[in-house]
């Protein structure tokens, strides 16, 4: 769904190094940080771990967004729209700013 600038022309790359550890996926222009969670990331120490890595991220003004693993299998066109509208909204605040 990401591949090749298919939404809305944005570059993303995949298992991105940011700040010591590896992201899904990475877009520069929008600042943006796709994290594709799995039934490991719902366990108590791992949501703890994420809290804090998202906490860094958007310390160095990354927006994450998660995703279920289950979502993009089963609801693609569900994730596409919330992707759709996230860059969008960060398109109209860069505007803005």
Request: charged content about 30%; proline content about 0%; aromatic content about 6%.
């Given at each position: 769904m990401l591949r090749n600038r298919k939404l809305d022309?944005?570059?993303f790359r995949r298992q991105h190094p940011i700040d010591g550890?590896?992201?899904d996926f990475y877009c520069h222009e929008c600042k943006l940080?796709?994290?594709v969670d799995g039934p490991v990331h719902f366990t108590k120490e791992?949501?703890?771990?994420d809290v804090s890595r998202d906490d860094n991220l958007s310390n160095r003004e990354l927006r994450v967004v998660r995703i279920r693993d289950d979502d993009v299998l089963k609801d693609q066109e569900k994730v596409i729209k919330i992707l759709k509208g996230i860059i969008a909204e960060q398109?109209?605040?860069a505007?803005?700013?």
């Open positions: 022309g944005k570059k550890s590896f992201v940080v796709i994290e791992n949501q703890e771990r398109s109209n605040d505007l803005v700013n």
